[in-house]
C-alpha cells in the first residue's frame, strides 16, 4: 500500500473511525494486570473479601477500588471519560494521604472505614483554603462515588450538612455576567490578527473558535482537511440540512461527543480555509507539530495571557470568544439581547428554538445548557411589562399573551 493510500485509510470519518493500536490494558498502577489474572470469574465483593480491613495496605486497597469502580458513572449505566477517571483517581488518592498528612488523623484509614468525621476534617480545610465552589462540589462528588464503592451511599451529605452555607456551594448553572468579548469592551477582528502576526497556529485556533463556537482543546485538536465533510455523510435528517459541508468536531470534544457544524456562513470558509493554510497535510492537526497535545494547549492559554485576555486584565479570557458566538446566535434567532445583557423575553417557541441551536452548536446534551452562555430567561422581563411582578410570572405572561393572538 502507498504512503498516500495508507494515510486515507488512516484518516478517520463519521462513517470509519480512527484506528487505534491496540495496547495491554493497565488496570491499576499498583496492579497491572490482576483484573484479568486471579480476579477471573469472581465478583468485586468476592475480590474486595480478599483484603480485609488491615491486612491491605489503605492506599491498595484503594487501588483495587478503582481497578473495579472507576471506569463506572456514579448515577448511569455508562463509563466516564478518561479524564473524568484520572481526575477521580488522583483525587482520592490524595484525599487519603491528607487525612493523615493535614486533617490530623494518626494513621491512613482502610476506605472502607470512612466515616463522617473524615468527610468532616476535609470540608473543614477547604474551606479554610478557601477553595472554590466548584472545587468543592466536584470533591464530594467523587466521594460520593467512592461511597458507593464501598457500600456506603449516604455517608456523603449535601454540603450545609458540613456547615457551609449556600453562598460557599452553590454552583450557577446559568451566566450571572456577560463573558462575551464585546462584553468586555474588546475589537475582537483585529486582536485575532495580532495573534494571528504572533503564532499562526493559535491564531487559526481563534478563528475557529469565533466561526464555530469550539472549545479551546477542540480546536487546537482539529484536522481542518479530514474533518470538513458533507451533508451525507452526517446522518442527519434532510429537514435540518443547513450547508452542503459540515464541520466534524470529534477530537477534543466534552465527554467524546462528537457532532457536526453546518459550514454556512462565509466568515466560517474563512476560518476554515486559514486552518488549512495552517495545517500542511490532509491529517494533520491545527496545532503545532513540534509540541505535543499538553504542551499545545499550555501555549495557547500562554498566548491568551500575553495578550491580556484574563478575567484580571480585560475582564474576558479566551473561551469568551466561544460565548460571543452563542450571545450571536440568540441575537440573530430572537431579534433580542440575551438574558445576561438584559434584552427582552421573546416569545416561548422563538427562545426554545435558540437555546436548542446554542445547545447543539456548543455541543451539550441538554438544552439547559445554553443558560450557561446566554443566561437565564426566567431572569428577563418582557417589553413593556410593569415592574414589580417576578420573572417567571412575566414570561408566563408572555406565553400566555401569545397564545390569545390570532
Given at each position: 500500500?502507498?504512503?498516500?493510500?495508507?494515510m486515507?485509510a488512516?484518516t478517520?470519518?463519521?462513517?470509519?473511525?480512527?484506528?487505534?493500536?491496540?495496547?495491554?490494558?493497565?488496570?491499576s498502577r499498583r496492579?497491572?494486570?490482576?483484573?484479568h489474572?486471579d480476579?477471573a470469574?469472581?465478583?468485586?465483593?468476592?475480590?474486595?473479601?480478599?483484603h480485609?480491613?488491615?491486612?491491605?495496605?489503605?492506599?491498595?486497597?484503594?487501588?483495587?477500588?478503582?481497578?473495579?469502580?472507576?471506569?463506572q458513572?456514579t448515577?448511569?449505566?455508562?463509563?466516564?471519560?478518561?479524564?473524568?477517571r484520572?481526575?477521580?483517581a488522583?483525587?482520592?488518592?490524595?484525599f487519603?494521604?491528607d487525612?493523615?498528612?493535614?486533617?490530623?488523623?494518626?494513621?491512613?484509614?482502610?476506605?472502607r472505614?470512612?466515616?463522617?468525621?473524615?468527610?468532616q476534617?476535609?470540608v473543614?480545610?477547604?474551606?479554610?483554603d478557601?477553595?472554590?465552589?466548584?472545587t468543592?462540589?466536584?470533591?464530594?462528588?467523587?466521594?460520593?462515588?467512592?461511597?458507593?464503592?464501598?457500600?456506603?451511599?449516604?455517608?456523603?451529605?449535601?454540603?450545609?450538612?458540613?456547615?457551609?452555607?449556600?453562598?460557599e456551594?452553590?454552583?450557577?448553572?446559568?451566566a450571572?455576567?456577560?463573558?462575551?468579548w464585546t462584553?468586555?469592551?474588546?475589537?475582537?477582528?483585529?486582536?485575532?490578527?495580532?495573534?494571528?502576526?504572533?503564532?499562526?497556529?493559535?491564531?487559526?485556533a481563534?478563528?475557529?473558535?469565533?466561526?464555530?463556537g469550539?472549545?479551546?482543546?477542540?480546536?487546537v485538536?482539529?484536522?481542518?482537511h479530514a474533518?470538513?465533510?458533507?451533508f451525507?455523510?452526517?446522518r442527519?435528517?434532510?429537514?435540518?440540512?443547513?450547508?452542503?459541508?459540515?464541520?466534524?468536531v470529534?477530537?477534543?470534544?466534552?465527554?467524546?461527543?462528537?457532532?457536526f457544524?453546518?459550514?454556512?456562513?462565509?466568515?466560517?470558509?474563512?476560518?476554515?480555509?486559514?486552518?488549512?493554510?495552517?495545517?500542511?497535510?490532509?491529517?494533520?492537526h491545527?496545532?503545532?507539530?513540534?509540541?505535543?497535545?499538553?504542551?499545545?494547549?499550555n501555549?495557547?492559554?500562554?498566548?491568551?495571557r500575553?495578550?491580556g485576555?484574563?478575567?484580571?486584565?480585560?475582564?474576558?479570557?479566551?473561551?469568551?470568544?466561544?460565548?460571543?458566538?452563542?450571545?450571536?446566535?440568540?441575537?440573530g434567532?430572537?431579534?433580542?439581547?440575551?438574558?445576561?445583557?438584559?434584552?427582552?423575553?421573546?416569545?416561548?417557541?422563538?427562545?426554545?428554538?435558540?437555546?436548542?441551536?446554542?445547545a447543539e452548536?456548543a455541543?451539550?446534551?441538554?438544552?439547559?445548557a445554553?443558560?450557561?452562555?446566554?443566561?437565564?430567561?426566567?431572569?428577563?422581563?418582557?417589553?413593556?411589562?410593569?415592574p414589580g411582578?417576578?420573572?417567571?410570572?412575566?414570561?408566563r405572561?408572555?406565553?400566555?399573551?401569545?397564545?390569545?393572538?390570532?
Amino acid at each position: 500500500m502507498s504512503q498516500e493510500s495508507q494515510m486515507n485509510a488512516d484518516t478517520p470519518s463519521p462513517d470509519r473511525p480512527r484506528r487505534r493500536s491496540r495496547r495491554a490494558k493497565k488496570t491499576s498502577r499498583r496492579h497491572p494486570g490482576r483484573r484479568h489474572l486471579d480476579w477471573a470469574g469472581l465478583s468485586a465483593a468476592d475480590v474486595l473479601a480478599r483484603h480485609p480491613p488491615g491486612s491491605t495496605p489503605p492506599e491498595d486497597v484503594l487501588e483495587i477500588l478503582l481497578d473495579l469502580f472507576n471506569e463506572q458513572h456514579t448515577a448511569m449505566l455508562k463509563s466516564v471519560s478518561h479524564k473524568t477517571r484520572h481526575d477521580r483517581a488522583v483525587f482520592l488518592r490524595r484525599f487519603l494521604r491528607d487525612l493523615h498528612a493535614k486533617a490530623g488523623f494518626a494513621t491512613i484509614p482502610d476506605p472502607r472505614n470512612l466515616g463522617g468525621r473524615h468527610i468532616q476534617a476535609m470540608v473543614d480545610l477547604w474551606r479554610k483554603d478557601r477553595l472554590a465552589a466548584a472545587t468543592i462540589q466536584t470533591y464530594l462528588s467523587f466521594l460520593r462515588g467512592l461511597a458507593q464503592w464501598i457500600g456506603k451511599p449516604g455517608l456523603v451529605r449535601k454540603p450545609g450538612a458540613y456547615g457551609m452555607d449556600m453562598q460557599e456551594y452553590q454552583r450557577h448553572e446559568v451566566a450571572q455576567r456577560d463573558r462575551s468579548w464585546t462584553g468586555a469592551g474588546i475589537d475582537i477582528e483585529p486582536l485575532i490578527e495580532e495573534v494571528c502576526a504572533y503564532d499562526r497556529h493559535v491564531g487559526a485556533a481563534l478563528r475557529l473558535i469565533r466561526a464555530f463556537g469550539l472549545r479551546r482543546k477542540e480546536a487546537v485538536m482539529m484536522r481542518p482537511h479530514a474533518c470538513v465533510v458533507p451533508f451525507s455523510a452526517t446522518r442527519l435528517p434532510q429537514e435540518r440540512k443547513k450547508a452542503e459541508s459540515y464541520l466534524w468536531v470529534c477530537q477534543g470534544s466534552k465527554g467524546g461527543r462528537p457532532r457536526f457544524v453546518a459550514i454556512a456562513t462565509e466568515p466560517q470558509h474563512q476560518a476554515l480555509a486559514y486552518a488549512q493554510s495552517v495545517a500542511v497535510g490532509i491529517d494533520a492537526h491545527l496545532s503545532n507539530p513540534k509540541r505535543d497535545l499538553k504542551q499545545n494547549l499550555n501555549h495557547f492559554s500562554y498566548v491568551m495571557r500575553r495578550f491580556g485576555l484574563s478575567l484580571k486584565e480585560r475582564g474576558a479570557t479566551g473561551h469568551g470568544l466561544r460565548h460571543e458566538v452563542f450571545v450571536e446566535v440568540w441575537v440573530g434567532a430572537t431579534g433580542t439581547q440575551p438574558p445576561v445583557r438584559g434584552g427582552a423575553l421573546p416569545p416561548k417557541e422563538v427562545r426554545e428554538a435558540a437555546r436548542q441551536d446554542i445547545a447543539e452548536l456548543a455541543g451539550h446534551a441538554r438544552k439547559r445548557a445554553a443558560g450557561a452562555y446566554i443566561g437565564s430567561v426566567r431572569a428577563q422581563r418582557p417589553a413593556g411589562a410593569p415592574p414589580g411582578t417576578g420573572a417567571a410570572n412575566d414570561e408566563r405572561a408572555v406565553d400566555q399573551a401569545a397564545a390569545r393572538r390570532p
